[in-house]
């Protein structure tokens, strides 16, 4: 059974850093991306990054959160810093079935596995 589990969510003060894991199971992905929702919001994109440690952010998070994984460990991480209060929402690891060429890495509907997601609460 191929599973995607988030952890590492929790309640932090503006300003402040939380890491998340996405831990993978049953099969390994050459892609990975992280994704948020916010109550009464569209889900949204943060990150993905490639089996080559290609990266790519969404602009509202650049240059704060970084994406990295350990193949060793099929794991993927989000380190989020200076967090900021419109940071709050449910995020979540996906992956698509396969990486292929003209995959669009912030879509949403190009992923076909979720975790069931992590809170992160920014206090002002």
């Known amino acids: 059974q191929v599973q995607l589990v988030e952890s590492g969510g929790g309640l932090v003060q503006a300003g402040g850093s939380l890491r998340l894991s996405c831990a993978a199971s049953?099969?390994?992905?050459?892609?990975y991306a992280w994704f948020r929702q916010a109550l009464g919001k569209e889900r949204e994109f943060v990150a993905t990054i490639t089996g080559n440690a290609g990266t790519f952010y969404a602009d509202s998070v650049k240059g704060r959160f970084t994406i990295s994984g350990d193949n060793a460990k099929n794991t993927v991480y989000l380190q989020m810093n200076n967090l900021k209060p419109d940071d709050t929402a449910v995020y979540y690891c996906?992956?698509?079935?396969?990486?292929?060429?003209?995959?669009?890495?912030?879509?949403?509907?190009?992923?076909?596995?979720w975790g069931q997601g992590t809170q992160v609460t920014v206090a002002p």
């Open positions: 996906a992956a698509p079935n396969r990486l292929r060429s003209g995959l669009l890495v912030a879509a949403e509907h190009e992923y076909d596995y």
């Open positions: 049953g099969r390994t992905f050459d892609i």
